[in-house]
């Protein structure tokens, strides 16, 4: 259903872009995200989009991530810019259309000092 890329390991300050490929119209899902977790710890926010094209970020990365859809492709992006070692984590992505909701793969994303 969803396809999450472009994770890697990169040194802190340098950026990338995830992707988030849907099997379906994205322009049916009210709400489209990214989620990260680290070991030990649960699942959390980092950014959203929903159907209307509201975006919202987590504090800890305004600034730094956009998100963003290409419709056409049924694509949600997350540009990631001055990338800190606290941003590693498994980046999840996420498509809710009522009352569904559904996860991709997951995609790592390691920064280093």
């Known amino acids: 259903q969803l396809q999450a890329s472009g994770g890697g390991t990169v040194q802190a300050g340098a950026s990338l872009r995830l992707s988030c490929a849907a099997s379906?119209?994205?322009?049916?899902?009210?709400?489209m995200g990214w989620f990260r977790q680290v070991p030990g710890k649960q699942r959390e926010f980092v950014a959203g989009i929903t159907s209307e094209g509201i975006s919202r970020v987590v504090d800890s990365v305004k600034g730094r991530f956009t998100i963003s859809r290409d419709i056409a492709q049924d694509t949600v992006y997350l540009q990631m810019n001055s990338l800190k070692p606290e941003d590693t984590g498994v980046y999840y992505c996420?498509?809710?259309?009522?009352?569904?909701?559904?996860w991709g793969q997951g995609t790592q994303v390691t920064v280093s000092s």
């Open positions: 379906r119209s994205i322009s049916s899902m009210n709400f």
């Open positions: 996420t498509g809710r259309s009522l009352p569904n909701t559904y």
